[in-house]
């Protein structure tokens, strides 16, 4: 069983007088905020007894007030992994960044690097890349980002832990 906590929202200020509060969302999975729903957060366990995306609010049980709810602002709601393959269906193609991280990203014969993170500009993910150590040494620099994009993925096999590429070697010049 996995220990490994994942950031999926942050609750916000109180709306209204029942203990409805603002979520925040970081995470591209709203279907697994459901009523009956417990979630660590920084302030202990929670159980969601209302959500509406629609307002994108949320209220949990034991917290049906305004003064109680307060006691909420500004906590973080994490999950962990097993909840997460549980509750988050993925799509042909999709992946969690947890499968991507860790991957080697190769393109033809050549390892460019291993993929340390995954950072979101506007609406692309970009593969933050650690170089791999043969091509520092030849004076590439020690990482760089890579748009997500089908114009420089040709393929991601999380089996392997490998994201085969084309035109990545040129991100790298150019970083």
């Known amino acids: ?8 929202a942050q609750i916000g200020r109180t709306i ?9 969302l970081h995470t591209d999975f709203p279907e697994q905020f459901k009523v009956g729903s417990t979630f660590k957060t920084d302030r202990g366990e929670l159980t969601i007894s209302d959500v509406n ?3 994108n609010t949320i209220r949990f049980q034991g917290y049906e007030s305004i ?22 269906t993925l799509n042909e193609g999709q992946y969690f ?14 390892v460019l690097g291993v993929v340390d993170d995954i950072q979101r500009m506007v609406d692309t993910d ?11 040494e ?20 999380i089996e392997e832990k490998k994201i085969y ?4 070697k040129d991100i790298l010049e150019a970083s």
């Open 1 to 8: 069983m996995s220990q490994e906590q994942f950031y999926i």
């Open 16 to 24: 209204g007088l029942w203990g409805d509060l603002k979520l925040n």
């Open 53 to 55: 995306f629609k307002r």
């Open 67 to 88: 003064d109680s709810a307060k006691k909420l602002t500004n906590a973080k709601i994490y999950t962990d992994l097993e909840k997460t393959q549980e509750n988050c």
């Open 97 to 110: 960044y947890f499968d991507i991280e860790g991957c080697t990203i190769v393109q033809g014969d050549l």
């Open 126 to 136: 970009y593969l933050v890349v650690n170089t791999d150590a043969s091509l520092v």
């Open 138 to 157: 030849e004076g590439f620099s020690k990482s760089f980002l890579l748009p997500y994009i089908d114009r420089y993925i040709l393929t991601t096999d």
């Open 165 to 168: 590429t084309k035109d990545a």
